[in-house]
């Protein structure tokens, strides 16, 4: 008995040993290959130094060579309010019939006016623009990626 639990502790300390070892080199290959990817990195890093702020934000732009056709549908959807302060002047005049007992007769009144009209209207525009059309020249698009 004492054997057979000498030889199942000597397994189980061997199936132990060969898992650290078989994670030890599964970590070593994947460093290995982080590396790798950071030395396809190496070469773009300057190039991003350029293109980024302070903020980290990316600034970048993108040439649109003349002649390019453009389709484009731009939603637009927009609420703002109108002021109208102004002063309506009437000048005109109206008949207004009368019939009495003496007969029937038509008194033209003139009526003059200055209407003062103040209301703010609110205005929404919804609607989708449709842009179909071609650059005439070549167009520099920045981008901007970030906070």
Sequence with gaps: ?????????????????????????????????????????????????????????????????????????????????VTVDTILPINTRITVPLRSALGNYDIPLPIRADVPIRVVLPIRVRHVFELRSSTSEDLVVPIEVGQ
Aim: aromatic fraction near 2%.
């Design 1 to 81: 008995m004492v054997i057979a639990r000498v030889g199942r502790t000597r397994i189980i300390s061997l199936a132990g040993l060969s898992v650290a070892v078989l994670s030890l080199l599964l970590n070593i290959y994947l460093l290995s290959k982080l590396r790798e990817a950071e030395r396809m990195i190496e070469p773009v890093l300057p190039h991003l130094a350029n293109i980024t702020s302070d903020q980290g934000v990316l600034r970048s732009e993108v040439r649109v060579p003349a002649g390019t056709p453009l389709n484009l549908d731009i939603p637009i959807d927009e609420q703002f309010n």
